[in-house]
């Protein structure tokens, strides 16, 4: 029988006792290296082995031990924990875009061999029997630096504070990388990971609770909404999450325009290259539709407009959707306008479209009042001369035998305008409309509602209009 060879040994102190033999070298694929001891005093007990160099591949290396009191047993580790969000994510080397700390302390992990798997966090000391060495890098700050795309690629200005990733460079062919670890307690298993990885071709991860941004690039098509105030229009809101999920690039923005510049304004946005459309809210309506190189019937009856498109001639066709839009909220709210008394106040631009739908709709009568003589006999006649006998002008609206009554009048958009008309006047059952957006709830809605009457709010008149915008912009995905 062959007889196993001996290791070399180490020198010995006088007086200390046998020497110990030097730990061999250990087997590729056996575990974790053993800690170094440093030297004993004299005659406090065999001296601890030397651990061998460990084998890429191996296992995570541990951290070194410190000198270590007599017959104390086990040596101890004297490395801090790392400080959460500095030390453990702090690149090294030339390529840091961090100042050098001069208290920072060098990596201790070894680099990754090709084809071994993911990369393994940095662990930290841990005590004696507690179990497996543990992350230390700090958890990715939820909705910044965990969603973050990174690189040339990412949509997002690069953020002054932002932490660089502490993940190792992934082997081609390894799989998917592992999300960084978050901090775990000694002795409780298994680092757990912080993110759950994203699909291939799922794009960037979106922070949760948070708004979704519009990202605008050189090739972004532009649409504009003119009115005086802008404060209060609600078109952006819909229009731009509409733009995100069909994949358009283009974006709404609101343009403050007062009337004695709207022409100069509508004249230098018609030669704008990359805008498509305009929409146009109060007080705007009747004049912008003027600026249109054509016009639909519906603008041609009313006299007013909402909505302007470039046309791949490079004119301008004026559209107003107000009126359909209006309808279909009611109809969409149960409010059937078929065969109904209506009495609108206001004969302006919406009011108008408004006035035009109605009769559209078939109600059995249209009264309209406005407190502006000739825009109101004007609209009414060009009313009638498409729905003989069923609309008329008045000084004052015929509230007590109205099934539905509509503010079509800027009063409702200050806390101080006075009502546009009475609700008490109403008849009990009888709908009030009004066209004000925001306020969401008027005072006129308010006071209607205190005295039993159903209400129909100004936001579903915009509503009802999306799907016409759609199709008169030509809105589709790509």
């Known amino acids: 029988m062959t007889a196993t060879p001996h290791p070399p040994t180490t020198p010995q102190p006088p007086g ?159 799989g998917t990388p592992q999300p960084t670890a978050a901090p775990q307690p000694s002795g409780t298993g298994a680092p757990q990971p912080t993110a759950a990885p994203q699909p291939p071709g799922t794009g960037a991860a979106q922070p949760s609770g948070v708004p979704q941004q519009t990202l605008v690039s050189g090739t972004t098509r532009l649409y504009a909404v003119l009115g005086d105030p802008v404060g209060q229009v609600q078109s952006p809101g819909l229009l731009n999450p509409l733009f995100a999920r069909l994949g358009i690039d283009a974006v709404l923005v609101p343009v403050h325009v007062r009337a004695a510049d ?97 009769l559209d709709a078939d109600v059995d009568r249209l009264t309209i009042t406005d407190p502006d003589t000739p825009r109101l006999t004007a609209l009414v006649d060009r009313l009638a001369a498409h729905w003989p006998g069923r609309v008329r002008a008045a000084g004052r609206p015929p509230l007590a035998d109205s099934d539905l009554a509509v503010n079509a009048t800027p009063l409702g958009l200050r806390p101080d305008d006075p009502l546009p008309f009475a609700p008490q006047a109403l008849p009990p059952g009888a709908v009030v409309a009004d066209i004000i957006m925001k306020p969401r709830d008027t005072r006129l809605l308010r006071e209607a509602a205190a005295h039993g009457l159903p209400v129909h709010h100004g936001r579903h008149m915009l509503t009802g209009q999306i799907d016409s915008y759609r199709a008169f912009f030509g809105l589709h995905a790509p």
């Open 16 to 174: 200390t006792g046998a020497p110990q033999p030097t730990a061999t070298s250990q087997p590729s694929g056996t575990g974790a290296s053993q800690p170094t001891a440093t030297s004993q005093p004299s005659g406090t007990g065999a001296s601890q082995p030397t651990a061998a160099p460990q084998p890429s591949g191996t296992g995570t290396p541990q951290p070194t031990a410190t000198s270590q009191p007599s017959g104390t047993g086990t040596p101890q580790p004297t490395a801090a924990p790392p400080l959460p969000g500095i030390d453990a994510v702090q690149p090294s080397g030339a390529d840091s875009p961090w100042p050098a700390r001069a208290d920072a302390r060098p990596s201790t992990a070894t680099s990754q061999p090709s084809g071994t798997g993911a990369p393994q966090p940095t662990a930290t000391s841990q005590p004696s029997g507690t179990g497996a060495p543990q992350p230390t890098a700090a958890p990715p700050l939820p909705g910044i630096d965990a969603v973050q795309p990174s690189g040339a690629d990412s949509p997002w200005p690069a953020r002054a504070d932002a932490r660089p990733p502490t993940a190792a460079p992934h082997p081609p062919g390894t």
């Open 262 to 358: 709207l022409e100069t304004v509508v004249r230098g946005l018609q030669r704008v290259g990359n805008l498509d459309g305009l929409f146009v809210t109060v007080p705007h309506k009747t004049a912008t539709a003027l600026l249109a190189d054509r016009r639909s019937r519906t603008v041609e009856i009313t006299g007013s407009a909402n909505a302007l498109r470039r046309e791949p001639d490079g004119t301008w066709l004026a559209e107003n959707f107000d009126g359909s839009g209006f309808v279909a909220g009611l109809v969409r709210a149960g409010h059937e306008p078929k065969g109904a008394r209506v009495a609108l106040v206001g004969a302006g631009g919406a009011g108008s479209a408004i006035a035009a739908a109605l």
